[in-house]
């Protein structure tokens, strides 16, 4: 099924701390995953992906963990820096039968960095 | 350039009335959407358009009307808005390979 956001989840983080944000999906299917970022007043925005053949994928100060087993992935951005406060949300391209893809975004995780 | 530009930023009407918003793309993309974002930030797929052709309508009310005159363009036309029709309306495109969704900066509408 697809996730419905009843609240949005907020994590609070001091300046120079690893942030980590969670994401959980319920379609087994699934093969790929993209996290989002969006700044307020901004449409999401592309950070970095990960397919189901992989358990991690490393960008610049970020990192994908997935696990299959129990449908999880993870977002950890190393030092966090101001300019990373921010909504994130993981998603869910899928593939239909017209040969389109319909994204399902999760419920979304705001981050706070504390100064 | 912007790769997916929407107008307009902001939008505030009365209830009763007739309102669009449109979006343009000049990636080249041949598929384009209408996201609702409600005030929890949950992104909702509305309709998906791919070559001018309706591929996806995600049970939304008919007083949503998309219309898509060409691939890159794709306008959202709303009559008789509610109250509850309040939200931040995303358009996006994805690459051909479906790997990525661009977005547009979003419209802000607020329906008094």
């Known amino acids: 099924g697809e996730s419905v956001g009843l609240h949005l989840p907020t994590l609070s983080v001091q300046e120079g701390d690893n942030s980590i944000i969670n994401c959980a999906y319920s379609?087994?299917?699934?093969?790929?995953f993209i996290w989002y970022k969006q700044e307020s007043g901004k449409g999401p925005q592309f950070i970095i992906d990960?397919?189901?053949?992989?358990d991690k994928r490393q960008g610049q100060r970020v990192t994908v963990l997935l696990n299959k087993t129990v449908k999880h992935l993870s977002l950890q951005i190393a030092a966090t820096q101001p300019g990373d406060s921010a909504v994130y949300f993981c998603?869910?391209?899928?593939?239909?039968?017209?040969?389109?893809?319909?994204?399902?975004f999760g419920t979304g995780t705001r981050l706070k960095v504390l100064a | 350039d912007t790769a997916v530009s929407q107008t307009p930023k902001y939008l505030v009407t009365q209830m009763g009335n007739d309102k669009s918003i449109k979006c343009e793309q000049n990636?080249?993309?041949?598929?384009m959407y209408w996201y609702k974002q409600d005030s929890k930030k949950f992104l909702k797929i509305m309709f998906s358009?791919?070559?001018?052709?309706?591929?996806i309508n995600e049970t939304v009310p008919n007083r949503f009307s998309p219309k898509s005159p060409d691939k890159a363009h794709l306008n959202l036309h709303i009559n008789s808005l509610e109250l509850g029709d309040s939200a931040v309306y995303f358009c996006?495109?994805?690459?051909?390979?479906?790997?990525?969704?661009?977005f547009g900066q979003g419209t802000r509408l607020t329906v008094v």
């Open positions: 998603a869910d391209p899928r593939g239909t039968t017209s040969g389109t893809y319909k994204y399902i």
């Open positions: 379609n087994s299917a699934s093969d790929y």
């Open positions: 990960i397919r189901s053949n992989m």
């Open positions: 990636l080249g993309h041949d598929t």
């Open positions: 358009y791919n070559n001018k052709e309706l591929i």
């Open positions: 996006a495109s994805i690459s051909f390979s479906g790997e990525e969704a661009f």
